[in-house]
C-alpha cells in the first residue's frame, strides 16, 4: 500500500507555499540512503506534508517517462501511477475518437484524459475516489477539461461518448473474466445503454465470453500487452484488431479482415514468435500470411518460415528433433553453450526444471546462448535448438 495523500496535503500541493517547496526541491536525492535527512530538511518548510512533497517528488519522477513530459508537474498516487496507460498507447486510443465530445467515467488521475484532451471538442473526467478526482483537476488545469466525483454506474453526462478503464479486481485466477473489472463490463454496459461505451480492459480478459457487440482491439507497447479496447459498434471497422506500438518505430496493425490462408507444414529455418498483441487478438494466421510464414501445428502461436520476417522474435533453427532430454542435453554440448533459453508451448512441462537438469550440458562460455524450443506438433512433442536473432 503506497502513500495515502488527505485532502489537507493536496490542499498544501496546490497552494502557493506547497507550489514553492516543490519546485525548490525537485532535486532531492529520495534515496533509501537518504530519505531520513531529505524528510528532516522538508519538515522546516512543509511541516506534516513533508512526506507528501517527497512522494509526490518521487512519482514525478517515475511518471515522466511513461506519462510524458507534462506529468513533471502532476499530482499522483503509486497505485494510480502504475494503472496509467502509458501515453503512448492512451494517444493512440485518443485518435480514434477524435472530433467526437467524451466524458472518461473513471479518470483517476487524468491520464487518459489528457490524452483525450489533444482531439476531442469537450472531455470531462470523473471518478469515484475523490482524492484522485481532485488530482486529475489539478493534473488537467489550462486544459479545458472538467473533472468531477462520481460513480460511472450513475451517468451524469448526456451527448458525450463515455470512455471507461475499469480497476483491475485482484481476484487471483488466471482467467480474467468480466466480473474481474471494478465496474464490470456487464455494468457499465447496463448503466449506458443508450450509447454504449468504449471499455479499456485488461489485454488477457476473456473477450469472447463477454459477446459485446462491436471491435476488439488487443494493443501491445515494446513487445508487452497492454489492453484490450471494447470499441462499440458505432466505432467498430473490424471485429478484431492487434495494434503493436513501438516506443521508437512505426509499429504495425493487423485485422480479421486481412488473408488468413497458411499452410501447416514442418519447421523452416526460422520460427517466429509474434507480438502478444497479434496472439491474444488471435491473428496468428493473419500475420503468418503477411509474411510468407506457415503453422507448425494448427494449434500453436509460434511460426515457421524461410525468410525472417522485419518484426517479431524469430529464432534461426539449428537443429530439430522428437524431444527427448538427452538429445537436447547433447545439441547443448556440441555447440558449446553456456547458457540456455527454454520455451514451451503446448507441453506438460516446467522450463525452470529443466534449465537445472541441462546445467550440465552447459560447459561452454556463457555469452554462447541457445534457445529451445519445445512444442506440442501434432500428436507428437517435437524439440529444436535455435537461435535467437536480434530484431532488424
Ligand atoms: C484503472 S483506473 C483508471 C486509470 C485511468 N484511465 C488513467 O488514465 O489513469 C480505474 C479507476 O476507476 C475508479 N473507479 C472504480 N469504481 C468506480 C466507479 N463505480 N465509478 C467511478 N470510478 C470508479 C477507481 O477509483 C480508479 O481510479
Known amino acids: 500500500m503506497g502513500f495515502a495523500f488527505t485532502r489537507e496535503d493536496l490542499d498544501y500541493l496546490v497552494s502557493g507555499s506547497g507550489l514553492e517547496v516543490l519546485a525548490a526541491n525537485d532535486g532531492l536525492v529520495l534515496s533509501a540512503g537518504s530519505l531520513l535527512s531529505d524528510l528532516t530538511r522538508l519538515r522546516r518548510t512543509a511541516g506534516e506534508h513533508a512526506a507528501a512533497v517527497a512522494e509526490t517528488i518521487r512519482l514525478r519522477r517515475l511518471a515522466v517517462p511513461k506519462l510524458g513530459e507534462q506529468a513533471a508537474g502532476w499530482l499522483l498516487t503509486d497505485e494510480a501511477l502504475q494503472q496509467a496507460s502509458p501515453q503512448r498507447v492512451a494517444r493512440h486510443r485518443a485518435q480514434r475518437v477524435a472530433g467526437v465530445g467524451m466524458h472518461d467515467v473513471t479518470c483517476s488521475i487524468g491520464s487518459d484524459l489528457f490524452a483525450l484532451t489533444a482531439g476531442s471538442p469537450v472531455v470531462v473526467g470523473s471518478d469515484l475516489d475523490p482524492i484522485r478526482a481532485r488530482m486529475a483537476a489539478h493534473n488537467l488545469r489550462g486544459t479545458g477539461a472538467g473533472v468531477v466525483v462520481g460513480d460511472a454506474l450513475k451517468p451524469v453526462s448526456r451527448g458525450l461518448l463515455a470512455y471507461a478503464d475499469p480497476a483491475r479486481r ?26 454504449p461505451p468504449v471499455l479499456r480492459v485488461p489485454p488477457g480478459i476473456d473477450y469472447d465470453a463477454l459477446a459485446r457487440p462491436g471491435e476488439v482491439e488487443v494493443v501491445s507497447l515494446d513487445g508487452s500487452a497492454r489492453e484490450a479496447v471494447l470499441w462499440p459498434a458505432e466505432f467498430a471497422q473490424v471485429g478484431r484488431r492487434a495494434t503493436v506500438l513501438s516506443s521508437d518505430g512505426p509499429g504495425y496493425g493487423l485485422t480479421d479482415q486481412d488473408p488468413d490462408d497458411v499452410p501447416v507444414a514442418d519447421v523452416g529455418r526460422w520460427i517466429v514468435d509474434p507480438d502478444p498483441a497479434v496472439v491474444r487478438s488471435h491473428l496468428v494466421r493473419h500475420f503468418a500470411a503477411r509474411h510468407g510464414l506457415w503453422q507448425l501445428d494448427p494449434h500453436l502461436a509460434y511460426l515457421t518460415g524461410d525468410v525472417r520476417p522485419a518484426v517479431g522474435r524469430a529464432f534461426e533453427v539449428l537443429d530439430s528433433a522428437p524431444y527427448r532430454e538427452r538429445t537436447v542435453a547433447d545439441w547443448l554440448r556440441a555447440a558449446d553453450a553456456g547458457t540456455v533459453e527454454i520455451k514451451v508451448r503446448g507441453m506438460d512441462l516446467d522450463p525452470d526444471v529443466l534449465r537445472r537438469r541441462l546445467r550440465p550440458a552447459l560447459k561452454g562460455p556463457g555469452s554462447v546462448v541457445r534457445t529451445v524450443v519445445l512444442a506440442r506438433v501434432g500428436r507428437g512433442q517435437m524439440a529444436y535448438l535455435t537461435a535467437a536473432s536480434p530484431a532488424p
Open 170 to 195: 485482484t481476484s487471483g485466477g488466471r482467467r480474467i473474466t468480466s466480473a474481474d473489472t471494478l465496474p464490470s463490463v456487464a455494468d457499465l454496459d447496463t448503466a449506458w445503454a443508450t450509447r
